[in-house]
């Protein structure tokens, strides 16, 4: 029978008589496929990133530029779809051709290198001749996040595998570890939509404080106003009374003027009085002019106000799709195919809960 270290040795040359196969079609260096499709999408990339970096003065401004360039980023994101779908057949082509290789391999090395001498050549386990299943090869970062559905992960296959099966799979590390670039993109998108997040909840609680500020400045400005309308009101009515009285004085000194002969210093002074108070009113009906003008124009600034806080609720509405997005990312990064692939995937996953959290 064959030592462990056997084993190990032949599964060590049987990588180095693919490695010429594995190069020539998966380096980008050597497939000018592949380089197309990786300058093709590194194009997408940065468009995308200048059309997220846009940035505007107000909110009203940004949700107009968001929906203005919705659809340009709806069409990126679907060549990115296309892209990433053809990479991942391409891949998927690939490591099941790699397999079925090295699987052949090790067969025909195990039945190779058994003693016939030692044990009786019907005792030597053949490999179970089950067809070969090529697998769909995982997904590259990002993929699912950016069509907005949840992951379709294959499900692990039972505990029906076999000790070659084993070996196989430990032959094909190196095709599984080509997806360390995709977990680095990821990685470099959950911290990009932590930052914007951020800025976003940031700009968002900056405008409500503002604006409850500006509010509440409003709201006791209107207050002052109003409260100086009805002393002004007051005064008027006040005065109004003052001037009844003095006219029905003035009318009973004139009906008694012959009776009783009045100076008419006395009439005199009542008149001028008059006049006194009839100036005064009209002083305060001015005052009462320019706060009725000034209460509305404080109105339409508290209306005007008001608009802006609706503008600052949907930018509030767009930290709440952020976080959607977040959260079908997070469904993905849950999958145990992910889990195989991405040994780092739990302290990626509390990322983005504190993210959710926010």
């Known amino acids: 029978m064959a030592s462990p270290y056997s084993n ?20 980008p260096k050597n497939s000018k496929w592949l380089q197309d499709n990786l300058e093709e999408m590194d194009q997408h990339v940065k468009r995308m990133l200048k059309l997220i970096e846009e940035d505007a003065d107000s909110f009203a401004r940004k949700a107009e530029i968001y929906f203005k360039k919705r659809p340009e980023l709806i069409s990126l994101v679907e060549e990115f779809y296309r892209i990433y779908r053809s990479l991942a057949e391409r891949y998927d082509h690939l490591t099941g ?54 992951s379709n992960l294959n499900k692990k296959e039972g505990d029906e595998s076999s000790t070659m099966d084993s070996e196989s799979e430990s032959d094909n590390s190196s095709v599984n570890n080509y997806n360390n670039g995709d977990e680095q993109g990821l ?5 990009e939509l932590e930052a914007e997040l951020q800025e976003v909840k940031s700009n968002y609680e900056d405008s409500k404080v503002k604006e409850n500020y500006e509010d509440s400045k409003v709201s006791a400005k209107i207050a002052t106003y109003e409260e100086e309308l009805r002393v002004a009101n007051e005064k008027i009515r006040l005065s109004d009374d003052e001037i009844i009285r003095l006219t029905i004085e003035l009318q009973k000194y004139k009906s ?27 002083v305060t009906q001015e005052k009462l002019n320019n706060s009725e003008v000034e209460v509305a124009r ?48 739990d302290q990626d996953n509390r990322g983005l809960k504190q993210i959710l959290l926010l």
């Open 8 to 27: 190990k040795l032949n599964r060590s040359e049987s990588k180095k008589s693919h490695s010429w196969w594995w190069d020539s079609h998966i380096s």
């Open 97 to 150: 051709e790699l397999r079925k290789n090295i699987l052949s391999d090790i067969q025909s090395q195990c039945s190779g290198i058994s003693d016939p001498g030692s044990e009786p050549p019907s005792t030597i386990p053949s490999p179970d001749p089950r067809p070969n299943r090529t697998k769909s090869g995982p997904r590259a970062a990002g993929f699912d996040f950016f069509l907005g559905t949840g």
């Open 187 to 191: 990685q470099k998108k959950i911290i």
């Open 256 to 282: 008694l003027k012959d009776s009783y002969n009045l100076d008419s210093k006395n009439l005199l002074a009542s008149a001028h009085k008059i006049r006194g108070l009839e100036e005064e009113l009209r």
């Open 298 to 345: 404080l109105k339409h600034e508290f209306r005007s106000k008001k608009n802006m806080h609706k503008s600052a609720e949907n930018e509030g509405s767009i930290i709440i799709m952020v976080k959607r997005e977040v959260s079908k990312l997070l469904q993905h990064r849950m999958g145990p195919r992910y889990k195989n692939n991405h040994p780092n995937r």
